[in-house]
């Protein structure tokens, strides 16, 4: 049998044919999840006529987005979906509490390598960082798939992305794919699903993975992988929720390659107001800001907190700076605050936040005022995205975000450590 | 048949651009027509009319899976959007709540802000009204044309369960 990617054998698997790229394929979902959007997705299912969830087992929800509910109509939708849960006796719900809904799922042992996963929710991608094909959809045809369990995929093409080389220090991760993205625009992987192989990757911690996949969809990607490892077992072993399958593309198989190096690539931002506009730090450095924040479901965990103690390490942020730090989830506030991270933060002023994603997408705790500038570790600086359409957003790895929130301009992080 | 006035924009018009993040704790519809686009264009909510059609560059719908991007622009009375490309979420929400997608790059070029548009789905033609010039797109696969001639994936998928 000729040779087959890793988005065709999910998908064969998925759909019980021989998927090939451009094929389009009715798959069976393994696991399906939405956030406050629920409350959305409920009315499809209700007007749909539908009567129950085809598997109660396969279905997470959370909340994490608006937590605690930022306005009375948030508040509404927790308590429709809430409601839900209860009559329907859905298993796995998380509530206000837990974090954001890429970080739990991971923490929580719910995500597994070859899974199908489908979320509402772009970012959903993210699972591709433990080997599950995982891709964002909207909350009617999710409706669709808690009616039926099955959802329409084309089945993508497949991009190899080779990191060549390791990151030097006080590059990261979110460097690398804000390059790879600057350089292939914020359409270059439309529609495909994204391989990120070589040794850069496999050099990274598996939170240095969950960037790459995370990041994906800001160049259309409609999922990206990396493949597990001894890290990825590592970190799967003691949680992993069933029995799994590991699934990699096979030698030989259809593909593009495309080769970065990144063995010296410098810190990399991105400027207003898209993602793919990315620079050198160097190139920026200098620009006054307002505000920095460090969270997000792209840079919120344990490792990304770390790394901005270590820049700021008690030192007082500059007096105009606000300095905004959400863990991305429960377990890493806990991680965080029992190692001294969170007081160290706090120290230097931070203002710490509950786990949540409120900020990066402008919900609440945290907007922007009209000519406002922020530098910000999470995924997204359209227009508008932080608050107002008149404030600027920068993103950036959270070294360089702390490195300007400690000189109140965007500053060079290699400048401000040893 | 589709026909309606050209709104134009440019590439990569995002999903925060169509409908900021700051107005979705309210999912009452009206609140979304209200506030559509209006960060690319504070003019479009309030002279928008019901039949107009987007015209836009690469990429449309870039960013969230916010379903309520192309429920806002319906609702405001978008009858259609052209791009040159679109952003996989977008383009799979549009269809599901029964807004007419076309990817036609040929037609960003052809057309003005105003401009009378007609537009047939299953023929994969529109017919820029005035000048009768003619361009033609390859038309959705049927099973999508399906979906929006059902009134969107609600009514597909009642009819489907019954």
């Not at chain 1, 006080?170 to 794919?177: G, I, N, P, R, T």
């Not at chain 2, 429920?71 to 807004?99: C, D, E, P, T």
């Not at chain 2, 007609?118 to 099973?143: C, Q, T």
Request: hydrophobic share 45%.
């Amino acid at each position: 049998m000729a040779a087959k990617t890793f988005a065709e054998k999910v998908l064969s698997r998925a759909s019980g044919k021989d998927a090939r790229a451009g094929d389009i394929v009715t798959a069976r979902i393994d696991l399906a999840m939405s956030h406050e959007n629920a409350a959305l997705v409920l009315k499809a299912f209700h007007e749909m006529g539908a009567k129950s969830i085809w598997s109660r087992e396969k279905v997470v929800l959370l909340f994490d987005h608006r937590v605690p509910a930022s306005t009375v109509k948030a508040a509404e939708s927790h308590r429709t979906v809430r409601e839900f849960v209860r009559a329907e006796k859905i298993p796995m719900f998380y509530d206000i509490r837990e974090g954001v809904c890429h970080q739990v799922l991971p923490e929580k042992g719910h995500i597994l390598p070859g899974m199908l996963v489908v979320g509402t929710d772009s970012h959903t991608t993210t699972y591709g960082a433990f080997g599950a094909f995982a891709t964002g959809i909207g909350a009617t045809e999710m409706a669709a798939v808690w009616a039926t369990g099955e959802l329409w995929l084309k089945v993508p093409e497949t991009m190899r992305i080779v990191l060549d080389g390791t990151l030097p220090k006080h590059s990261s991760a979110k460097d690398a794919v804000l390059r790879v993205i600057g350089d292939l625009g914020a359409d270059g992987a439309d529609y495909k699903c994204v391989e990120f192989i070589g040794q850069g990757v496999d050099a990274l911690s598996i939170s240095g993975r969950m960037v790459l996949s995370n990041m994906c969809v800001e160049m259309g990607a409609k999922a990206g992988v990396c493949f597990p490892d001894k890290k990825t077992m590592d970190f799967l072993r003691p949680i992993a929720r069933s029995g799994f399958d590991l699934v990699r593309s096979d030698q030989g198989s259809e593909g593009e390659e495309l080769m970065f190096d990144v063995s010296a690539l410098s810190p990399q931002v991105a400027r207003p107001h898209s993602v793919d506009n990315v620079v050198a730090v160097e190139e920026v450095e200098g620009i006054p800001i307002d505000q920095a924040f460090i969270g997000s479901c792209t840079n919120g965990r344990m490792e990304d907190l770390v790394a901005a103690e270590g820049v700021l390490g008690g030192k007082k942020v500059d007096d105009g700076v606000r300095l905004i730090v959400a863990p991305a989830s429960r377990e890493v506030y806990i991680e965080a605050s029992e190692a001294g991270v969170l007081a160290s933060l706090a120290r230097s002023g931070a203002v710490i936040l509950n786990p949540g994603c409120g900020p990066c997408l402008g919900a609440h705790e945290g907007l922007l005022a009209p000519g406002e500038r922020c530098i910000a570790t999470t995924n997204r600086n359209f227009r508008g995205r932080m608050g107002s359409p008149q404030a600027e957003v920068y993103l950036a790895s959270p070294e360089t975000v702390a490195a300007s929130a400690l000189k109140g301009e965007i500053a060079d992080p290699r400048e401000v450590l040893p | 048949m589709i026909s309606g006035r050209v709104w134009k924009f440019g590439d990569h018009v995002n999903t925060d651009l169509i409908i900021p993040g700051r107005y979705l704790d309210d999912y009452s519809l009206k609140n979304l027509a209200a506030h559509v686009m209006e960060d690319a264009d504070p003019d479009f909510p309030k002279k928008v009319r019901p039949g107009d059609i987007i015209v836009a560059g690469r990429n449309f719908g870039c960013g969230s899976s916010r379903e309520q991007a192309p429920l806002a622009l319906k609702h405001a009375g978008v009858s259609a959007v052209v791009a040159a490309s679109f952003a996989r979420i977008f383009y799979r929400n549009a269809i599901n709540v029964a807004l007419p997608v076309i990817i036609c790059p040929e037609a960003v070029g052809l057309v003005e802000n105003g401009t009378e548009l007609r537009i047939d789905m299953e023929r994969g033609e529109m017919e820029v009204m005035g000048n009768g010039a003619r361009i033609a797109f390859k038309p959705l696969p049927e099973f999508l044309i399906r979906i929006l001639d059902e009134g969107g994936l609600v009514a597909f998928t009642r009819k489907k369960l019954q």
